[in-house]
């Protein structure tokens, strides 16, 4: 997967820091109101500066594991050491930590933090640490609890804790527009979680590692910064998904980097973002998704010299529009000054009706009015579908629609899983193989159980 990160050559340079951007409802940015001036360079982080949670001394470090002996401990889940991954490396700055009481509210009710300047960030989906009524009463009137695996490791510190009533009804109501059951999400992480949730500042030991070959892929936002820094960008526009890239996602970059090189500016980089965290079970798993990334690039459908692949260590949602401003303002932490969004971000279908939990468009609209991302451009995509007379993806022409295959995730995966060729131009051969080899490792065995994915 070493192609993935072609290096660009030249000097590496300090780029002028970016003022405030604008909304885009349009890719044809050119001619929108305010963007006669190009500006260059990267996007300040949220609150001005990009908060990295992890102690940088090693002695320090020795120093806390042993502090952290005395304290009373609350053990994580897989998606609370995900969190914390969050947390450390800046991608929801402001934050120090998880959330106190108060942060939790703006969060639900608003969207968004007010910080001391009286300034206002986006911040839409609630990182909290839920504990039970034994963890309450262990941590008593302690100021400071150790955070561990499950291998009872020290992951953190978290200080200045502050106790309050997780209500969960209120926030599954708040964050998904309903409290149905069969939400991912929640089901994994609320419905069974404790009744109280603990907030504080965080002291995160070490760089959080999950040593499963794809830890090289783990770019921080400050790393992120570097390398946009490294190449010389100019803007960097980010796509985030948990799907395979077919080439109606190809088109959508590449025609998204063109426009911008219309607009002015000299050297866009993509940054394509996939989702790290915890994703439901009929998703695609990360390290086969990182595969048929890697043969998307090596097939020469995206350029290496101007794409970084990276990995959002973020859990999903499913929450749609609210999910996805979440999604978007971790961007900025990360450098990116442009968001590309497409039909139903982050959604869902009902968990107990057959349709969709929320309308398609609703994403795109709630980006380019949402609290605290003004500074953001936000592009929503054009409507791709396999051209019939052209024999490959193309921008859906409404003026001869009997030209036009739409091929749904769903009969993608069918094709996949039977085996069978989608028309030629939809995926590069490559990612379709690793596609196909994915669900033919989950094949039922002979006894009829269905394997655990083979790793990659």
């Known amino acids: 997967m070493a192609s993935l990160f072609l290096k660009t050559p030249g000097p590496s340079q300090s780029l002028p820091k970016t003022h405030k951007t604008h909304f885009s409802l349009s890719l044809n940015l050119k001619y929108q109101a305010g963007f006669g001036r190009i500006r ?32 009373p401990q ?12 969050v947390l450390s490396e800046g991608w929801a700055s ?9 942060e939790f509210l703006q969060t639900l009710h608003f969207n968004s933090l007010r910080l001391g300047d009286g300034s206002v960030v986006n911040m839409s989906v609630p990182i909290v640490l839920a504990i039970d009524d034994s963890n309450k009463n262990n941590i008593g009137d302690s100021s400071s609890v150790a955070l561990v695996d499950d291998k009872d490791k020290t992951i953190a510190i978290l200080n200045d ?35 109280w949730l603990i907030g504080g500042d965080l002291e995160v030991i070490e760089p959080i590692k999950y040593h499963d070959g794809l830890d090289r892929f783990r770019l921080s936002p400050a ?6 820094t490294r190449r ?35 050297n866009p980089v993509l940054l394509l973002h996939p989702l790290g965290g915890y994703t439901k079970a009929d998703d695609v798993p990360l390290q086969w998704r990182m595969k048929q ?58 968990p107990l009706e057959k349709r969709d939990l929320y309308d398609a468009d609703h994403g795109k609209k709630v980006l380019s009015m949402a609290p605290g991302l003004e500074r953001l451009n936000i592009l929503p995509f054009k409507v791709a579908a396999y051209d019939k007379t052209q024999n490959r993806m193309a921008f859906f022409d409404p003026s001869r629609p009997q030209d036009f295959l739409f ?19 939809f995926m590069c051969p490559g990612g379709w193989k690793v596609l196909v080899d994915y669900y033919d490792s989950l094949t039922p065995a002979e006894n009829g159980r269905v394997p655990e994915p083979v790793p990659v």
């Open 407 to 425: 091929i749904s995730g769903t009969k993608m995966r069918t094709l996949a899983k039977n085996k069978e060729s989608p028309p030629d131009g």
């Open 94 to 102: 402001p934050l120090k930590g998880f959330m106190r009481e108060s």
């Open 293 to 350: 990334h890697e043969m998307v690039l090596e097939d020469g459908v995206l350029d290496p010299e101007t794409t970084v692949v990276s990995i959002f260590p973020s859990p999903m949602h499913y929450a749609g529009p609210t999910e996805v401003q979440w999604h978007a303002k971790a961007r900025i932490n990360a450098g990116a000054n442009f968001y590309i969004v497409g039909r139903d971000p982050a959604g869902m279908g009902h």
């Open 74 to 85: 609350i053990k994580l889940t897989k998606i609370d050491v995900q969190w914390v991954h």
């Open 161 to 195: 804790v502050e106790i309050y009533k997780h209500n969960k009804e209120e926030r599954t109501a708040r964050t998904w527009g309903t409290t149905a059951p069969g939400l991912p999400y929640a089901e994994e992480t609320i419905t069974n979680a404790g009744n």
């Open 40 to 71: 260059c360079g990267l996007i300040e982080p949220d609150g001005g500066k990009l908060l990295q949670l992890v102690i940088e001394d090693e002695p320090q470090r020795d120093l806390k594991r042993r502090q952290a002996l005395s304290l």
């Open 223 to 228: 790393e992120l910064r570097d390398e946009f």
């Open 232 to 266: 010389n960008a100019d803007a960097v526009f980010a796509f985030q998904l948990r799907n395979p890239v077919h080439n109606g996602h190809a088109l959508l970059m590449t025609d998204t980097r063109r426009r911008l090189l219309e607009m002015g500016y000299k």
